[in-house]
């Protein structure tokens, strides 16, 4: 069975069979993860899932109980999506609603591979559905009849090759990951250096435009003199040339 979990203080949650067809829904107030355990124990869950990116304790309590594997989206399911996966099935509240939604997404993600298993061996459904959920080699659990092994052969190399070029996309997209760490943090440094540059340029100006300003009006006060205090100014001029000469500048 594959069972989908929303914890809290109100915990939801909804098991389906392995055609995605919902067994049982439901909800509690204030019970432990080992009464969830046992009501959930007559189900022999073989997929645990979860609404959430981040996977919490106690769906991975759960799943540890029943060595069962966890599925967790990408990203956190938003409201429209959970809606749109349970439609056509009745909730009571929005906790059974989000177990439903959590349990949904897994069947929908392993829906291709539970149809190859069942292909594979109808006589030993359960036992090879497992293997599938758990990422197990299907010729391990099924011995293929004869006349069908070159068919069970191709499903298992097709299975493997899918799985191969999953892993490829994952350690790609780690790696462009860690190329744009690495771009963002050379960023983020000229940014800085140049922030500091900044600030000393537009310091610079400013002592600058206080200095020109300072010699204006320097300038000013001796250009706007009367005639009189030029000439006394002409007379001290001989006396200290010096003196006279600081007022200019």
Known sequence: MIVGIDPGTTVGFAVLDLDGNPVKVGS???????????????????????????????????AIAFNATVFHPTENLQIEEKVK?????????????????????????????????????????????????????????????????????????EVRKELGIEKKKAIELERKNKELRKRLAVANKKISVLERKLARVEKFSQKEEVAREHKEEKHASITELEPDEVEKLFLEYKKNPKKIANLGQ
């Open 28 to 62: 509690f107030k204030n019970k432990s993860i080992d009464d969830l355990v046992r009501i959930l124990s007559s189900y022999e869950p073989v997929l645990v899932s979860s609404d959430v990116a981040k996977v919490p304790e106690a769906v991975k309590k759960v």
């Open 85 to 157: 996966l349970i439609r056509g099935h009745s909730v009571s509240n929005v906790h059974e609603r989000d177990a439903l939604a959590a349990a949904i997404k897994a069947y929908k993600h392993y829906s291709s591979k539970l149809r190859k298993a069942k292909k594979l061996a109808a006589e030993r459904q359960e036992d090879i559905l497992r293997a599938a959920l758990r990422e197990v080699r299907l010729s391990d659990v099924a011995e293929p009849h004869p006349a069908d092994s070159k068919e069970n052969t191709a499903g298992i190399a």
